[in-house]
C-alpha cells in the first residue's frame, strides 16, 4: 500500500540532515541502500495478533551519493508492507485501522521534523551574524574597547571610508599594548579568515572550531558585513 499526499514525497534534502531525522525516529536504514537509493524502514507489530509490518520510506539520490556528507535525497512516497515469514514482505494487503493509524501519525511527525530542518537549513551565517559598530584607523583604541564592552564582542572590525574590511582589533591586542591614547592602526591585525555571508551556520562553526576561533568577520566583496560568534552558531545549530 502506497500513501499518498503524506507532504513526504518530492521532498529535497540533505542526505545528513535525512539520516539523522530518520534515526530519531527509528526509521533504520540498514542495508537497504546502494549508491543512488535508499529505503528506510520502519518495523511495528501488531500487539493483538503478533503480526510484523513495515513503513518504508525511499528516496534517490539527484546530487552526489548516497553517505555523502554532500548527497541530496528526494523522497519518494511512503508504503505500507506486511511480513510473511519466511516469504518475505508483501503490500497488497488490507490492512487493519490501528496499523494505519500508527503509520499516519509517524509520517506526520516525519514532514514535520523535516520541514522545521529544510527551513532550518535555509538560514544562511550572515542571519545569525551580530551588526557590531566597526572603527577606523585613525580611532583610539579605548574606542575599540568601549565598543567591545557595549556590544559584548572580543574582536572589532576596522574599516575604511568605503567599508571595506582593512583589519580587526581584539580585546587581547589592546591590554598587551597598554599604552594610552594610542590608535587602533597601533595595533591592528589582518583577521585570521574571513567568512562569507551565503555559508551554512555548520560549516562556519567546523572551520571555527578547527582552528579554534570565537569570533570571525563576515565579509562580501571586500566589504564587512558582520561579526560572528562560534557560541552563537552553536545555539543556533542546536536549537
Given at each position: 500500500?502506497?500513501?499518498?499526499?503524506?507532504?513526504?514525497?518530492?521532498?529535497?534534502?540533505?542526505?545528513s540532515?535525512?539520516?539523522?531525522?530518520?534515526?530519531?525516529?527509528?526509521?533504520?536504514?540498514?542495508?537497504?541502500?546502494?549508491?543512488?537509493?535508499?529505503?528506510?524502514?520502519?518495523?511495528?507489530?501488531?500487539?493483538?495478533?503478533?503480526?510484523?509490518y513495515?513503513?518504508?520510506?525511499?528516496?534517490?539520490?539527484?546530487?552526489?551519493?548516497?553517505?555523502?556528507?554532500?548527497?541530496?535525497?528526494?523522497l519518494?512516497?511512503?508504503?505500507?508492507?506486511?511480513?510473511?515469514y519466511p516469504?518475505?514482505?508483501?503490500?497488497?494487503?488490507?490492512?487493519?485501522?490501528?496499523?494505519?493509524?500508527?503509520?499516519?501519525?509517524k509520517?506526520?511527525?516525519?514532514?514535520?521534523?523535516?520541514?522545521?530542518?529544510l527551513?532550518?537549513?535555509?538560514?544562511?551565517?550572515?542571519?545569525?551574524?551580530?551588526?557590531?559598530?566597526?572603527?577606523?584607523?585613525?580611532?583610539?583604541?579605548?574606542?575599540?574597547?568601549?565598543?567591545?564592552?557595549?556590544?559584548?564582542?572580543?574582536m572589532?572590525p576596522?574599516?575604511?571610508?568605503?567599508?571595506?574590511?582593512?583589519?580587526?582589533?581584539?580585546d587581547?591586542?589592546?591590554?598587551?599594548?597598554?599604552?594610552?591614547?594610542?590608535?587602533?592602526?597601533?595595533?591592528?591585525?589582518?583577521?585570521?579568515?574571513?567568512?562569507?555571508?551565503?555559508?551554512?551556520?555548520?560549516?562556519?562553526?567546523?572551520?571555527?572550531?578547527?582552528?579554534?576561533?570565537t569570533?570571525?568577520?563576515?565579509?562580501?566583496?571586500?566589504k564587512?558585513?558582520?561579526?560572528?560568534?562560534?557560541?552563537?552558531?552553536?545555539?543556533?545549530?542546536?536549537?
Open positions: 500500500m502506497k500513501f499518498d499526499k503524506t507532504g513526504l514525497e518530492s521532498t529535497i534534502v540533505q542526505f540532515i535525512l539520516d539523522h531525522i530518520m534515526h530519531e525516529n527509528d526509521l533504520v536504514l540498514a542495508g537497504q541502500w546502494d549508491y543512488e537509493r535508499v529505503t528506510y524502514d520502519y518495523k511495528f507489530e501488531d500487539m493483538t495478533n503478533g503480526d510484523v513495515y513503513l518504508r520510506v525511499p528516496g534517490v539520490a539527484i546530487e552526489g551519493e548516497v553517505e555523502s556528507a554532500h548527497a541530496v535525497i528526494k519518494g512516497k511512503p508504503y505500507l508492507g506486511k511480513h510473511y516469504h518475505g514482505v508483501e503490500y497488497d494487503e488490507e490492512f487493519p485501522k490501528n496499523i494505519l493509524n500508527t503509520c499516519y501519525k509520517l506526520d511527525m516525519l514532514r514535520d521534523e523535516l520541514g522545521a530542518a527551513q532550518k537549513s535555509m538560514v544562511s551565517v550572515a542571519e545569525v551574524a551580530k551588526n557590531v559598530t566597526p572603527c577606523k584607523k585613525e580611532d583610539s583604541t579605548s574606542n575599540a574597547a568601549k565598543i567591545m564592552k557595549d556590544e559584548h564582542v572580543t572589532v576596522v574599516v575604511d571610508e568605503s567599508s571595506r574590511l582593512v583589519g580587526i582589533v581584539t587581547r591586542a589592546i591590554a598587551v599594548s597598554g599604552e594610552p591614547g594610542s590608535k587602533v592602526e597601533d595595533v591592528m591585525e589582518n583577521p585570521p579568515m574571513t567568512l562569507s555571508p551565503n555559508m551554512k551556520p555548520e560549516e562556519a562553526a567546523r572551520i571555527m572550531n578547527e582552528h579554534r576561533l569570533e570571525l568577520p563576515i565579509v562580501e566583496e571586500e564587512f558585513v558582520g561579526l560572528v560568534s562560534y557560541f552563537n552558531l552553536k545555539e543556533h545549530i542546536n536549537a
